[in-house]
């Protein structure tokens, strides 16, 4: 039997596109020597005449940048929505699950040796996620930039290979998928009180 199932697969790459860009968060995941590291930072999406490039930053004390000293091959997940899926909520009799929304990359990572590229990366990189109606400009000279330079490294990501696993209860009746799609929309209002709880838990564990 194949897997993942042909209907969980998203089969358009600007579907892809459109959750990386509205959920940039990417985790970072690279091996080497028997040694798996992982990151989490925000990357933005440049088209070329391929698949395009994802553009990023890690702190130079991360310890994932000892796989990076030549190119290498990375596996990106950008996570969209998600949600448990109670029985309770079709009207068929159903067992429990878990839909969401996932965009899996795979790549090659280049260090980008040009401080001043990366200083306009990180100008391109602001401006992308302040959106249209931008509260906040990076400007190019701004002094606390020009001192984290030192501390931050730029690189960029081929993009080789891209794979959408959208598990939003397609093998389901319509009337079951719409269901499905407002309890996942139920969930994200409610997550500002699970926010709420993990700062207070965290000021709690700091005490």
């Given at each position: 039997?194949?897997?993942?199932?042909?209907?969980?697969?998203?089969?358009?790459?600007?579907?892809?596109?459109?959750?990386?860009?509205?959920?940039?968060?990417?985790?970072?995941?690279?091996?080497?020597?028997?040694?798996?590291?992982?990151?989490?930072?925000?990357?933005?999406?440049?088209?070329?005449?391929?698949?395009?490039?994802?553009?990023?930053?890690?702190?130079?004390?991360?310890?994932?940048?000892?796989?990076?000293?030549?190119?290498?091959?990375?596996?990106?997940?950008?996570?969209?929505?998600?949600?448990?899926?109670?029985?309770?909520?079709?009207?068929?009799?159903?067992?429990?699950?878990?839909?969401?929304?996932?965009?899996?990359?795979?790549?090659?990572?280049?260090?980008?040796?040009?401080?001043?590229?990366?200083?306009?990366?990180?100008?391109?990189?602001?401006?992308?996620?302040?959106?249209?109606?931008?509260?906040?400009?990076?400007?190019?000279?701004?002094?606390?930039?020009?001192?984290?330079?030192?501390?931050?490294?730029?690189?960029?990501?081929?993009?080789?290979?891209?794979?959408?696993?959208?598990?939003?209860?397609?093998?389901?009746?319509?009337?079951?998928?719409?269901?499905?799609?407002?309890?996942?929309?139920d969930a994200k209002s409610k997550s500002l009180d699970q926010i709420e709880r993990l700062y207070q838990l965290?000021?709690?564990?700091?005490?």
């Amino acid at each position: 039997m194949k897997y993942p199932p042909e209907h969980h697969q998203e089969a358009n790459f600007e579907n892809i596109l459109s959750l990386i860009n509205s959920s940039p968060l990417a985790t970072i995941i690279s091996s080497l020597d028997d040694q798996i590291e992982a990151s989490h930072t925000p990357l933005v999406y440049k088209k070329n005449a391929e698949l395009g490039v994802l553009i990023g930053h890690l702190d130079k004390y991360n310890p994932q940048l000892n796989h990076f000293k030549k190119d290498h091959p990375v596996e990106l997940i950008f996570h969209g929505p998600e949600v448990y899926i109670s029985p309770a909520v079709y009207g068929t009799t159903q067992l429990p699950t878990w839909n969401y929304f996932k965009a899996h990359i795979k790549g090659v990572l280049t260090i980008e040796k040009d401080q001043e590229k990366v200083r306009q990366s990180l100008i391109d990189m602001t401006t992308f996620l302040e959106g249209d109606s931008p509260a906040y400009t990076l400007e190019k000279d701004n002094p606390r930039m020009a001192r984290a330079l030192d501390y931050i490294v730029g690189f960029h990501i081929k993009i080789t290979h891209w794979e959408g696993k959208y598990k939003i209860s397609q093998d389901k009746r319509k009337d079951d998928r719409e269901r499905a799609k407002n309890a996942m929309i139920d969930a994200k209002s409610k997550s500002l009180d699970q926010i709420e709880r993990l700062y207070q838990l965290h000021q709690t564990m700091k005490r």
